[in-house]
C-alpha cells in the first residue's frame, strides 16, 4: 500500500452513463496525476494538478472528461456519456518536490486503480 | 512512433538465468529515466532509477545509453517472483512540472 487510494476500485457501467472517480493523494503531496492504462499497454499520461491548479491535459483527454482538486488534495475524474473505448484502468499517482519520511522526492506513489468496464 | 518502445515479450526465464531487455526512447529532450515494475492488475512500482554511468540494485543492473537513446535493464539469477511486467519509464522536466512517458511494458516470465 503506497498511501494513494482509490475508489471504487472496479466500476461496471452501461454506455452512456456518466462515471466518477476519486483519488486520495499521500496527504501533503501537492502534485496529483491521472493516467490511463489499458490491456497490455502502459499508462498513458491524462492530465496533472499542482495543488488545486490543473496545468496540463493530454490530448487524450476529450471534452467528455474533466478531472478536478477543489482543496488541492483529493481528486475527481468524470467520464460524462461513456463509451466502450473508455474502459481501462484508471489509475492515480501523486508526488512532492519533497521527501518525507519513507517518501523519496518527486517519486510518483501510484494508487491501486479504478477498473473501469462500459458494456 | 511512440515516444517510448519495449518489447513486449513474454520473455520466458528458467530460474537462476539471467535476462536483459532494452526500451528505447525518441525525446532527446528527456532528463531522468526510470524502470517501475508491475505486476499482474497492480498499480506500477518504481524498481530503480537509471543513471548515465549505469546503476546496480541488487540483482538489477540498469543502463542509460543518451546517444543511442535507449536503456536497459539486466536480470541476474532470475528469481520465480521477478516475474512481472517492467516499463521503462522516460521523464521530461518542464516548468509546470515533471512528465511521465511510459512504455509499453516488457513481460517476464521466470520458470522453475
Known amino acids: 500500500d503506497t498511501g494513494v487510494s482509490q475508489d471504487p476500485r472496479h466500476k461496471i457501467t452501461k454506455r452512456g452513463q456518466n462515471v466518477t472517480f476519486r483519488c486520495d493523494p499521500i496527504?501533503?503531496?501537492?502534485?496529483l496525476y491521472w493516467y490511463r492504462q489499458t490491456l497490455g499497454q502502459g499508462p498513458e499520461f491524462l492530465t496533472y494538478?499542482?495543488?488545486?491548479?490543473?496545468?496540463?491535459k493530454s490530448r487524450l483527454l476529450s471534452d467528455r472528461f474533466s478531472a478536478e482538486r477543489p482543496k488541492g488534495s483529493f481528486s475527481t475524474l468524470e467520464i460524462q456519456r461513456t463509451e466502450q473505448g473508455d474502459s481501462a484502468m484508471y489509475l492515480c499517482?501523486?508526488?512532492?518536490?519533497?521527501?518525507?519520511?519513507?517518501?523519496?522526492?518527486?517519486?510518483?506513489?501510484f494508487g491501486p486503480g479504478t477498473r473501469l468496464t462500459v458494456t | 512512433r511512440k515516444e517510448v518502445e519495449q518489447d513486449p515479450g513474454p520473455f520466458n526465464v528458467p530460474e537462476g538465468a539471467t535476462v536483459a531487455f532494452n526500451c528505447t526512447y525518441s525525446?532527446?529532450?528527456?532528463?531522468?529515466f526510470f524502470w517501475y515494475r508491475q505486476d499482474c492488475r497492480k498499480e506500477p512500482k518504481l524498481l530503480m532509477s537509471?543513471?548515465?554511468s549505469g546503476n546496480e540494485d541488487g540483482r538489477f543492473t540498469a543502463q542509460l545509453n543518451r546517444a543511442s537513446q535507449y536503456i536497459s535493464l539486466l536480470i541476474r539469477d532470475s528469481k520465480l517472483s521477478d516475474s512481472a511486467t517492467y516499463l521503462c519509464?522516460?521523464?521530461?522536466?518542464?516548468?509546470?512540472?515533471?512528465?511521465?512517458?511510459f512504455g509499453g511494458g516488457t513481460r517476464v516470465l521466470v520458470k522453475p
Open positions: 496527504s501533503e503531496h501537492n502534485r
Open positions: 494538478f499542482q495543488n488545486e491548479a490543473q496545468l496540463e
Open positions: 537509471v543513471y548515465s
Open positions: 519509464v522516460v521523464e521530461t522536466i518542464k516548468a509546470a512540472g515533471n512528465k511521465l512517458t
Open positions: 525525446n532527446s529532450a528527456s532528463q531522468s
Open positions: 499517482a501523486s508526488t512532492s518536490s519533497l521527501g518525507q519520511g519513507l517518501f523519496r522526492p518527486y517519486e510518483q506513489y
